[in-house]
């Protein structure tokens, strides 16, 4: 029976495997061979009960680690009272959490959906309804999902191309050039998008002259600016949102989060300026699951624990442990808080080695590049731990 499996790994004599039925997956990923059954915090255990540091968290997702008991409980008790009535209606735990995002960013108003690349569908018709037919910037190496909208604004060939045409009157600049930046928005511009800590791109931080000519060319043009937070907000970088972090100090109109938000359940929200609340009315936009109970539920107690200042000086700590242990080691890394990456000769290689021979999960988000976005509440043990494995696999 054949089955999708990575090459290097199917000649070695690893015990991983696939589990039966694998093939009934659509290849659009390429999986390791190994099924995770639990975890518990930064640990995962797979079918053979091994157990793993998870240094990866489910890409960026799990903040408060693997069944973290007030979500489990949450989760639990929400479940057994109502889960979803749509959105002609209200919820308690929707009209709570749409207050509290609001109250901690924007101040305006929130669309809730179930992923990432929602969030940016619905900046992106925001920024539209704000500026009919405008157009869109974006930075070089972006990321902002796979669906059609949000894959227009992500300018990356290899994704873009096999799926051509796309929107048009997306313009690039590049990551690092203020001028360059403020050249590109005109008064056809609807939306710059940013993302204040690239993710995807490698775990690179915009510098804050970028964010800052983003924001005075937004304001020169009437365009919006929207910042991308599904992966770098939530404590990620050591602040509630990477846009209150002191070295952005930079406030977009729109902003768009996902990934931590249900620290692994699926929800996402678009959040606006007061000024905006009033842009998309009834019938303009939509989402069935969208705010649905369940999800809301576990974000607000995703909160209840990270939007925290003890709790997000603990990341920023951790943070600065890892970061100088991988320094230690020798290596250039570069990031924010529990949001970091090194380069590395090689790096799926290197990946694939952690987790098959020192059972520990980490992600390559290109040939040279590292990523390391481990859950939020990891311990400084589980830390050193996991950079006694990477000195192992770097020395030998
Ligand atoms: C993951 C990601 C997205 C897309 O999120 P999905 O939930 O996969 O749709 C968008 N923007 C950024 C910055 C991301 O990291």
Same mark, same amino acid.
């Given at each position: 029976?054949?089955? #999708?499996?990575?090459?290097?790994?199917?000649?070695?004599?690893?015990?991983?495997?696939?589990?039966?039925?694998?093939?009934?997956? @659509?290849? %659009?990923?390429?999986?390791?061979?190994?099924?995770?059954?639990? +975890?518990?915090? *930064?640990?995962?255990?797979?079918?053979?009960?091994?157990?793993?540091?998870?240094?990866?968290?489910?890409?960026?997702?799990?903040?408060?680690?693997?069944?973290?008991?007030? =979500?489990?409980?949450?989760?639990?008790?929400?479940?057994?009272?109502?889960?979803? &009535?749509?959105?002609?209606?209200?919820?308690?735990?929707?009209?709570?959490?749409?207050?509290?995002?609001?109250?901690?960013?924007?101040?305006?108003?929130?669309?809730?959906?179930?992923?990432?690349?929602?969030?940016?569908?619905?900046?992106?018709?925001?920024?539209?309804?704000?500026?009919?037919?405008?157009?869109?910037?974006? @930075?070089?190496?972006?990321?902002?999902?796979?669906?059609?909208?949000?894959?227009?604004?992500?300018?990356?060939?290899?994704?873009?191309?096999?799926?051509?045409?796309?929107?048009?009157? &997306?313009?690039?600049?590049?990551?690092?050039?203020?001028?360059?930046?403020?050249?590109?928005?005109?008064?056809?511009?609807?939306?710059?998008?940013?993302?204040?800590? #690239?993710?995807?791109?490698?775990?690179?931080?915009?510098?804050?002259?970028?964010?800052?000519?983003?924001?005075?060319?937004?304001?020169? #043009?009437?365009?919006?600016?929207?910042?991308?937070?599904?992966?770098?907000?939530?404590?990620?970088?050591?602040?509630?949102?990477?846009?209150?972090?002191?070295?952005?100090? &930079?406030?977009?109109?729109? @902003?768009?989060?996902?990934?931590?938000?249900?620290?692994?359940?699926?929800?996402?929200?678009?959040?606006?300026?007061?000024?905006?609340?009033?842009?998309?009315?009834?019938?303009?936009?939509?989402?069935?699951?969208?705010?649905?109970?369940?999800?809301?539920?576990?974000?607000?107690?995703?909160?209840?624990?990270?939007?925290?200042?003890?709790?997000?000086?603990?990341?920023?700590?951790?943070?600065?442990?890892?970061?100088?242990?991988?320094?230690?080691? +020798?290596?250039?890394?570069?990031?924010?808080?529990?949001?970091?990456?090194?380069?590395?000769?090689?790096?799926?290689? =290197?990946?694939?080695?952690?987790?098959?021979?020192?059972?520990?999960?980490?992600?390559? %988000?290109?040939? %040279?590049?590292?990523?390391?976005?481990?859950?939020?509440?990891?311990?400084?043990?589980?830390?050193?731990? *996991?950079?006694?494995?990477?000195?192992?696999?770097?020395?030998?």
């Amino acid at each position: 029976m054949s089955r #999708q499996r990575s090459p290097e790994t199917s000649t070695s004599e690893r015990s991983a495997r696939a589990p039966a039925g694998a093939e009934w997956l @659509l290849p %659009t990923y390429r999986r390791f061979d190994i099924e995770f059954v639990r +975890g518990a915090g *930064a640990l995962l255990w797979d079918a053979d009960g091994n157990e793993y540091i998870d240094l990866l968290a489910g890409i960026a997702t799990t903040q408060l680690g693997h069944a973290h008991p007030l =979500l489990v409980a949450t989760l639990r008790a929400q479940g057994e009272r109502l889960w979803h &009535v749509s959105n002609f209606f209200y919820t308690e735990p929707m009209v709570r959490l749409a207050e509290r995002l609001a109250r901690r960013s924007l101040g305006g108003g929130v669309f809730f959906c179930n992923s990432g690349a929602e969030a940016i569908e619905c900046a992106l018709k925001l920024a539209r309804r704000a500026r009919p037919g405008g157009d869109f910037v974006v @930075l070089e190496g972006a990321f902002h999902g796979r669906t059609f909208g949000a894959l227009s604004v992500t300018p990356q060939p290899a994704k873009q191309e096999p799926f051509a045409p796309l929107v048009p009157g &997306v313009r690039v600049a590049p990551r690092d050039d203020p001028e360059a930046l403020r050249a590109l928005v005109d008064e056809r511009c609807a939306a710059v998008l940013v993302e204040p800590v #690239q993710g995807e791109a490698g775990v690179h931080p915009i510098a804050s002259e970028v964010l800052a000519a983003a924001r005075a060319a937004c304001d020169e #043009q009437g365009a919006l600016l929207v910042f991308d937070e599904v992966q770098c907000g939530i404590g990620r970088t050591g602040s509630l949102f990477a846009y209150h972090h002191e070295e952005v100090a &930079v406030e977009p109109d729109v @902003l768009c989060l996902a990934k931590g938000l249900g620290g692994g359940f699926p929800i996402g929200a678009c959040i606006t300026r007061p000024a905006l609340r009033e842009a998309l009315q009834p019938g303009d936009h939509g989402s069935t699951f969208g705010g649905n109970a369940l999800a809301c539920a576990v974000a607000n107690a995703v909160l209840d624990v990270v939007d925290d200042v003890a709790f997000l000086r603990g990341v920023r700590d951790r943070g600065e442990r890892l970061r100088a242990g991988l320094a230690s080691l +020798g290596l250039a890394v570069r990031g924010r808080g529990l949001m970091l990456a090194f380069e590395i000769e090689d790096a799926p290689a =290197l990946v694939e080695r952690a987790l098959y021979e020192q059972r520990l999960v980490l992600n390559a %988000t290109g040939p %040279t590049t590292v990523r390391l976005v481990p859950p939020l509440v990891i311990s400084e043990q589980q830390l050193d731990e *996991a950079l006694a494995r990477l000195a192992r696999l770097l020395g030998g």
